[in-house]
T-cell receptor, first 112, second 116 residues
Framework: ELKVEQNPLFLSMQEGKNYTIYCNYS?????LYWYRQDPGKSLESLFV?????AVKQEGRLMASLDTKARLSTLHITAAVHDLSATYFC????????????FGSGTQLTVLP | GAGVSQSPSNKVTEKGKDVELRCDPI?????LYWYRQSLGQGLEFLIY????????KSGLPSDRFSAERTGGSVSTLTIQRTQQEDSAVYLC??????????????FGSGTQLSVL
C-alpha cells in the first residue's frame, strides 16, 4: 500500500525567502503530482512528474522527482504572499491507473 | 459549466440522519472520483466511476456509504446513518479518460459535512 508523507505540515516564511517542501513515499510510484489548494477552493494541479530526475518549473515553484530515493521536492524561490496556500503531493500506486494517494498537505503562509 | 460543481457547499446534519451529496462533473469527462478530506489530513480515495464500467468502490469506509452515477454524468454520494467521524470535506473530481497517469484531475470545491 502506497503511503505519502509530506513535511513540514505547516510553514511560515517571509516574502523573498526560499524554502523546500518534501514529499516521501513508501513504495514504487513513478508518477508524482503536486496540487495547490486555497481555502474554500478546488485543488489546482501544479505539476505532474513522470520519471526519475524530472524537474518542472513554473514561476517561483520548481518540482523535482527522485524515484530511487522515493522523494519529491517542491522548491519555492523568493516567496510572495500570493503563494500562501496548502500544497499537496500525491503518488500513483503501481498497477493502478486511477487512484492517487495524497499526503497530508503543507500549509504555507507567506508573511509580508 | 466550466468546472466541477458540488452541492451543497455546506451540510450540517444530526447523527443518524442520511445525507446526499451531489457532483456535476465537467461535461464530457468520463471519469469521476470521490475523495474525503478530514481536518488536517490528506485526501482519502472513496470511489471511482469510469464510463459504463463497474465502479471501483475499494475506498468506501463502510457499507453506510454508497454512490451512484446516473447517465454517465451527475453523481450522488449517500451516507446513511451518519456518524460524527463522517464529518469531513467531500471532494469530487473528474477527468477526461480516467488515466490519472496521463492527465489532470479537476476538483470541485467540495461539500463540508458536519455531523452533530
Amino acid at each position: 500500500e502506497l503511503k505519502v508523507e509530506q513535511n513540514p505540515l505547516f510553514l511560515s516564511m517571509q516574502e523573498g525567502k526560499n524554502y523546500t517542501i518534501y514529499c516521501n513515499y513508501s513504495t514504487t510510484s513513478d508518477r508524482l503530482y503536486w496540487y495547490r489548494q486555497d481555502p474554500g477552493k478546488s485543488l489546482e494541479s501544479l505539476f505532474v512528474l513522470l520519471s526519475n530526475g524530472a524537474v518542472k518549473q513554473e514561476g517561483r515553484l520548481m518540482a523535482s522527482l527522485d524515484t530511487k530515493a522515493r522523494l519529491s521536492t517542491l522548491h519555492i524561490t523568493a516567496a510572495v504572499h500570493d503563494l500562501s496556500a496548502t500544497y499537496f503531493c500525491a503518488g500513483l500506486s503501481s498497477g493502478s491507473a486511477r487512484q492517487l494517494t495524497f499526503g497530508s498537505g503543507t500549509q504555507l503562509t507567506v508573511l509580508p | 459549466g466550466a468546472g466541477v460543481s458540488q452541492s451543497p457547499s455546506n451540510k450540517v446534519t444530526e447523527k443518524g440522519k442520511d445525507v446526499e451529496l451531489r457532483c456535476d462533473p465537467i461535461s464530457g469527462h468520463t471519469a469521476l472520483y470521490w475523495y474525503r478530506q478530514s481536518l488536517g489530513q490528506g485526501l482519502e480515495f472513496l470511489i471511482y466511476f469510469q464510463g459504463n464500467s463497474a465502479p471501483d468502490k475499494s475506498g468506501l469506509p463502510s457499507d453506510r456509504f454508497s454512490a451512484e452515477r446516473t447517465g454517465g454524468s451527475v453523481s450522488t454520494l449517500t451516507i446513511q446513518r451518519t456518524q460524527q467521524e463522517d464529518s469531513a470535506v467531500y471532494l469530487c473530481a473528474s477527468s477526461l479518460f480516467g488515466r490519472t497517469d496521463r492527465e489532470k484531475l479537476f476538483f470541485g470545491s467540495g461539500t463540508q459535512l458536519s455531523v452533530l
